[in-house]
Structure formats: structure tokens, C-alpha cells
């Protein structure tokens, strides 16, 4: 029997505050790993009235518009874990983030919340980018940012413009060629 291959599901959220809860996930993506084809975005009803104008601006998704249109954080959720778990007719669905822990924190409360349970696991853990790098180079933290592992590795015309959708499919696009690098011998 043979086991189905690792799909590394690349996840940007973009929020209006910095934490779950008191503030809002308002757009999540979804993107896999070596198959641009597979793809999932939602924008989300805020589920407070607290948001912080800042993080807001950072979407530019108009708030106002999204507590009259976007779907409830139940139906959101509900369609991306039908999403992760139709991936395993393929695949194992592994959690990918840049960074994990931000991403990961809304993503897992907003599944655990409004699904009762997360497609990724009931820890929600999954791989970050940035220590991925670090332990396949052995740089310093300090040299992992995305844009820096863009720039070794040659990634150009790929850009991180905040929306969810867009920045899954570059975070995809960056982790496959990452798994790819080879680096020199230390």
C-alpha cells in the first residue's frame, strides 16, 4: 500500500488586529505547494467591533463591505475545511505559513471556533518558513525573512501585495523552490 504524498498548503491570513478574537480574520488563502491549480480564498464577516485602523489598512479591504457581504466566519470556515479535507484524495494536507505562529494562531482558532475541529490537526502545528530556511542553511534568524529568501534563490516577479489569495500562491511558489535549493556544503 502506498502512502499519498505530503501536499504543503501554504496559508496567508490578513486580519484587522493582532489576535483572534477580541479582533477578526478577514480574508484567508490557501495555496499548495508544486500545484499552482489548487487554490482556496474567502473573505470573512468580522466577528467583533474592535479593529484596529492600521492592520485594516494593511488588506485595504474595505471593513463596512465585508460586515454586509463576506460570509459568517461559520460558512468561511466551513467551505476551507471542506477545501483541506477534499486535498486528501491526493494528499496529506501539512500547514505551511510564513510565519507559522501568526498565521497560525487565527487560522487554527478560527477552525477550532467555527468548525469545532482543525483540518490540520488538533494543534494546529505545521511547518514555518523561516526555520525551514534557517535549518536547511544554517543561517541566523535574522536572514530569513521571505524577501531575503526570494532574493537567493532568484524569485523575482513574485510579489507579497496583502492580499490572502495572492500571498498563498507566493508563499507556495517560494516553498517549492526552498525544498528544490541545494545549498553548498557547510
Not at 488588506?59 to 466551513?78: H, K, Q, V, W, Y
Amino acid at each position: 500500500m502506498s502512502r499519498l504524498p505530503e501536499l504543503y498548503v501554504a496559508v496567508d491570513v490578513e486580519a484587522d488586529g493582532p489576535i483572534p478574537g477580541p479582533y477578526s480574520m478577514i480574508s484567508l488563502g490557501m495555496a499548495v505547494a508544486g500545484h499552482p491549480e489548487l487554490a482556496f480564498y474567502t473573505e470573512l464577516k468580522p466577528i467583533s467591533d474592535e479593529f484596529v485602523p492600521a492592520a485594516l489598512a494593511v488588506s485595504g479591504l474595505d471593513r463596512n463591505r465585508l460586515l454586509r457581504e463576506a460570509p459568517t466566519a461559520e460558512e468561511a470556515m466551513g467551505a476551507a475545511a471542506k477545501w483541506v479535507d477534499g486535498l486528501r484524495k491526493v494528499g496529506r494536507p501539512v500547514f505551511l505559513a510564513a510565519p507559522a505562529v501568526w498565521d497560525g494562531m487565527f487560522v487554527h482558532w478560527y477552525f477550532t471556533r467555527f468548525t469545532g475541529h482543525s483540518p490540520f490537526g488538533a494543534t494546529g502545528s505545521g511547518v514555518d518558513l523561516r526555520s525551514y530556511w534557517m535549518g536547511l542553511t544554517g543561517c541566523e534568524w535574522a536572514q530569513t525573512h521571505k524577501g531575503t529568501i526570494k532574493h537567493e534563490l532568484g524569485l523575482t516577479g513574485v510579489p507579497h501585495t496583502h492580499h490572502a489569495g495572492e500571498d498563498a500562491a507566493e508563499l507556495a511558489q517560494v516553498f517549492d523552490a526552498v525544498r528544490r535549493h541545494r545549498p553548498p556544503a557547510r
